[in-house]
């Protein structure tokens, strides 16, 4: 396969995370470098701006001011949801071939691949030759083929710190507190709560992820149990459970282009939760909910450094794939190497159609029973989501009572 | 006025905050020194387990667990949200007497400041001779007669780094967002979220204190213009806010024994506000609420170091005052000194009685309009909030469209 010469455009899209601007600069910085690469673009908004030809010439950023990018959550260029309509995948064509664009680089989720698939799609079908790539980044860590997502490891962090210092504030005045954390159908980053506990009475108490049915009779049989066990309970719970019937418990009304129902920006979860336990549960006197919500995919400085160096590094290999002539299309993944025992993140491509619009849920080998999680997940989580801080607590020696 | 020999008891209450163990470490590391102290004890979970005589000896903790505590969020000791009554009152005067404790410290807010001040009284009544200080905390820096209150840079340092990342996922993908912050009289937590914006351009772009009547028409015309202006619209507004009425917009319905009716641990306003938007704001596509909710107070891993090292000093200060013979109870504040123009702490003993139960309103001169905070607020709160973390913004040198 011949090499390709032309310029390369970059878009983002879908959901920010705390690292998705890593994988801007790692793009960026590789495609500078690059002799069959003239001049590397950036679409505003994804393919919503890429179709109405608002694009910035990212080769003329200042060094410094992108590596204080890459710091940055959210997305730099701006981001879009929009499914692309065949209209809108031969409008991108014409933007392309207007440009002379032969690399583009579409950094986002499932949504996203899907995206990215169907511009791929109509290129060839239309035979304009053009290198077409999905960078990965979902704080979900849902994508297929993938060991785990850029983003996840950040977002995983913030729920973990999250649960640590919230787990304290309930042991200082007890009670049933109820934390909603985003996934829609996969449990991952409710998953991450279970990073928080160190000794068996922390917290959280409860996990219910997305891949298990959740019953609303033994959710609170359950807070009771916890209740009578430890004075206290601490639960996460999936913004995406439902019950066995598939229906979710509570959400909103919205639904976005790729179908996908609104789910965060709302406490309902929390609250309906919040009420079930204060009307079910006679032992909770105190029963609060908190829906951490978008901070969990934005929060300003708190970031896994691994993640952050994994999330620039796959922009990189996305920019060496695409150059190096063996291969025209794909999605980027990070696979988990064997460096001797040690954690090794490998970039790998998979084909676009594979990851497009799927979805990986957690495995059962990393869920046990209906509300927690194993000892396996903490094992595979730990090495993306980096050391935790480590929390002070008093030896307690009691003075013996005088009355 | 004679030196007092006798036993030190600490005690924590109320809403925790980030650094109240710091104070508790002060405490304890300037008790375990004093020759007049033999032994320093804590009541688990402030009044209600003193009044169980639930003592644990302080003295006997290792100093490197300590130091790890001092760390750690939320009450090390457990806290309590009680108000006593006499017969209460009476019931701690015995353990007091039983455990020969001559020097009380109890570490809370306005609430906190109140039970230490009936304690007093009824200590003065029956002629027992006690040294009691309230050691203030809290997020909300409502306290009487201080300048700040220790809890409070930690937790405003957190809505800044919240809105800062927050602003960056608004601007990625549009719309308006509004971010519930906590505060249930006094905005100063809220206003903290002006410490997020550096650009003309950058969100809260509207603030809303509870020092102000919050108007609905208002609310959404002002709403309106934002949207038109940066085609979106960051919000941030206090759980506290309330109309020309006196009414508060959407409240909880428990009530705690000082009065204080329950906003947090609910996503009831964030959601009322979001549908109003929805249904009044025409040019709104995109609302979303988030409520910080009690990640403010305690999520383990950001913190203001100057607020840290004011909590752990005012612990200090406290055993200092309460060991000099000056003065036999009082109120702990930290007032701002002048130091060449350089911030500078100072540590001040008020009364009692006027901390107790008082709330300090955010002044005139730090509100702007109905919808934003000054400038001089920014100076004010930026020496405890310490330096944020620095966004990078890309130049977006236009690419000239060509179709």
Not at 105 to 129: I, P, Q, R
Request: aromatic content about 6%; proline content about 4%; hydrophobic content about 40%.
């Amino acid at each position: 396969m011949a090499s390709l010469r032309g310029n390369a455009l970059i878009g983002q899209s879908g959901g920010p995370t705390a690292v998705i601007n890593q994988s801007l600069v790692g793009l960026v910085e590789r495609c500078v470098e690059h002799r069959d690469i003239p001049s590397v673009y950036g679409a505003l908004n994804g393919i919503k701006g890429l179709m109405e030809e608002r694009l910035i010439d990212l080769g003329r950023e200042a060094r410094d001011e992108l590596e204080k990018v890459a710091l940055t959550p959210a997305a730099a260029l701006g981001s879009v949801r929009q499914k692309p309509t065949p209209e809108a995948a031969e409008r991108v064509l014409q933007v392309f071939e207007a440009h002379d664009i032969r690399y583009f680089f579409y950094v986002g989720g499932n949504d996203s691949a899907e995206t990215a698939h169907l511009l791929n799609e109509a290129a060839v079908a239309k035979g304009y030759d053009v290198r077409l790539f999905h960078v990965p980044k979902t704080i979900d860590n849902d994508l297929n083929l993938s060991d785990h997502t850029p983003g996840y490891g950040s977002a995983a962090r913030f729920v973990a710190q999250a649960f640590m210092g919230d787990d304290q504030d309930n042991r200082s005045l007890g009670g049933v507190k109820i934390n909603v954390v985003m996934g829609r159908h996969a449990g991952w980053l409710t998953a991450a709560s279970r990073l928080a506990r160190r000794h068996e009475d922390d917290g959280p108490h409860l996990i219910y992820l997305p891949e298990r049915a959740f019953d609303r009779d033994a959710f609170c049989n359950s807070v009771e149990e916890m209740l009578h066990r430890h004075g206290r309970c601490v639960v996460a719970v999936s913004e995406g459970v439902h019950d066995a019937s598939g229906e979710v418990i509570a959400k909103g009304t919205e639904v976005d282009s790729h179908g996908n129902i609104q789910l965060s920006g709302t406490g309902a979860l929390g609250d309906y939760l919040s009420n079930l336990v204060k009307e079910r549960v006679t032992a909770a006197s105190r029963v609060r909910a908190d829906t951490f919500g978008y901070l969990q995919r934005s929060f300003f400085g708190v970031s896994s450094e691994q993640d952050a160096l994994e999330a620039r590094e796959v922009g990189r290999a996305a920019v060496d794939f695409a150059t190096s002539g063996d291969v025209t299309h794909g999605s980027l993944s990070i696979q988990r190497g064997d460096a001797g025992g040690r954690y090794q993140p490998v970039y790998v491509v998979n084909q676009l159609r594979d990851v497009a619009a799927a979805t990986r849920l957690v495995p059962d080998e990393f869920i046990l029973g209906d509300n927690d999680v194993t000892e396996a997940f903490v094992e595979w989580a730990t090495p993306i989501v980096g050391a935790l801080p480590q929390p002070g607590r008093l030896g307690r020696h009691p003075v013996t009572p005088r009355l």
